[in-house]
């Protein structure tokens, strides 16, 4: 979707955990938590490269998780390729109307729903939405977040 994007694509998260990746388990062991992400890099610079703005917000409990303490680090890669991303800590988000599911927007009409178990694992599958109602509800949430939310430079965990 990221590649058919032309002019934005948004992508809000609300959990504090997601499955546990090879990333993560190597910083939890004490290790630079590093992984190959080239291909996530290649894909948001292209759509950059093509005038797409790409944002992500992150709402957080504080104090943070160590799963979202060790994603803080590594968001580095994220800025250099080009996203935009900012931090909003859950009890600032408490009176937005969120919806119930982590997701992406491209070009503020189609909608991709994550869905993910209690225990933080993508669960199979994608929901998509173009219906222009609910694209409208998608791009109020997300803006409310990115209003409140601290860019990354500037949000401390």
Same mark, same amino acid.
């Given at each position: ?10 992508? #809000? ?8 990746? /090879? ?8 290790? !630079? ?29 504080? /104090? ?11 968001? !580095?890669? %994220? ?16 009176? #937005? #109307? #969120? /919806? ?6 491209? !070009? ?5 729903? %994550?869905? %993910?178990?209690? %225990? ?11 219906? /222009? ?25």
């Amino acid at each position: 979707m990221l590649a058919r994007a032309t002019r934005s694509a948004v992508h #809000l998260e609300m959990r504090d955990f997601y499955a546990p990746c /090879p990333g993560f388990e190597d910083w939890m062991a004490g290790g !630079d938590g590093r992984t190959d992400r080239s291909g996530w890099v290649a894909a948001v610079e292209g759509a950059v490269s093509r005038g797409v703005r790409v944002r992500r917000a992150r709402v957080v409990s504080e /104090p943070v998780s160590d799963y979202t303490r060790w994603l803080y680090m590594v968001t !580095d890669v %994220n800025l250099k390729a080009g996203e935009e991303v900012r931090w909003l800590p859950r009890r600032q988000a408490f009176d #937005l #109307l #969120l /919806p119930g599911a982590d997701f992406w927007m491209f !070009d503020q009409r189609v909608v991709l729903w %994550n869905f %993910n178990s209690g %225990n933080g694992e993508h669960v199979e599958g994608y929901e998509y939405s173009s219906d /222009p109602r609910v694209a409208a509800q998608v791009v109020a949430a997300f803006e409310q977040v990115w209003e409140r939310a601290t860019p990354h430079e500037k949000f401390e965990v």
